[in-house]
């Protein structure tokens, strides 16, 4: 797999390739939190092997993924290993719902965030525009937009549902 670069993508493939190496990148440098944020995860390569592969490397008791979307049924129908790897992973995981209507203006459509390492934003989703940036300030911006959203969010995608 390629390492990830700083810059624009302007492909979906280009996108989709950035999600994955981000990843790796984060599980091969040891970084403490992910943060995840898209309307529902439809186009993230989530039940792709190896990325699923680099999570379980990365996912050490003392860290943290934050999951952030505002629904959470596309990704359960259409990432069934992601699913299963939530399960097995849940003390790593934190998943939110968001409304859609409450997003601070500026944001990403979608975003990847390893704070200390890099920021993966969405910015056209029709065109495929997104941006890479490694920029210590830039990191901030985004990590402290995701805060904004993930304060207002409530929990949601359980691990597991318990029944009568």
Known sequence: ?????????????????????GVEMAADRGCRDLCWLDADFASWPLSEPALLDALTRWALPHRRLHLL???????RSRHPRFV???????????ARQYDPDELPAGGPLAALLAPGLFSLKLLDQRAWRAVCSFQTAELIVAREWFDAVEQRAVESFAASTLGL
């Open 69 to 75: 979307a505002s629904q959470f049924d596309t990704l």
């Open 84 to 94: 299963q790897w939530r399960r097995r992973f849940d003390h790593v995981v934190s």
């Open 1 to 21: 797999m390629s390492e990830l670069r700083e810059g624009l993508l302007s492909t979906r493939a280009d996108f989709v390739a950035a999600l994955a190496q």
